[in-house]
């Protein structure tokens, strides 16, 4: 019986280094620095609204965002803007992605016409597809 243990140990402890060389594999070390870009990776949920989007059409980055501080070997603080509050401000090194700048890549804010009653009209920025329906 103490065999047959014995040979069970060796096996699960070939299995785990197998595993662990395959999940190491997949790791990346990432290091920012102090003033660097980075994307935020936000993760779509089913019913649930998080940074203004939802559904499956909702971005899987936002950002770019400055980089505040280092915290620890995998956290950093980052500078967040006002209508992102609400969100706690450190992130781990994982939940990031280094931001290439891209001329392409404009961001396009336009002042809102906000009402006594703290509402706008929504107006769309263009029309993608037109189609009318023949019965």
Do not use: W
């Not at 980075?38 to 779509?44: E, N, S, T, Y």
Request: with cysteine; charged share 25%.
């Amino acid at each position: 019986m103490c065999e047959k243990i014995s040979i069970i140990r060796k096996k699960l402890a070939i299995a785990q280094e197998r595993q662990k060389k395959y999940a190491n594999q997949q790791q990346q070390e990432l290091e920012f620095d102090i003033e660097d870009k980075v994307l935020l990776k936000v993760a779509p949920m089913k019913g649930i609204m998080r940074f203004g989007k939802n559904g499956k059409l909702s971005p899987r980055y936002i950002g770019p965002f400055e980089i505040l501080e280092r915290i620890g070997a995998a956290a950093y603080r980052l500078v967040l803007p006002p209508h992102l509050s609400a969100v706690h401000n450190v992130f781990h090194v994982s939940m990031l992605r280094k931001y290439a700048l891209d001329p392409t890549h404009v961001l396009e804010y336009e002042p809102l016409q906000i009402r006594d009653d703290l509402s706008y009209e929504e107006i769309p920025v263009r029309i993608l597809v037109q189609k009318a329906q023949v019965l």
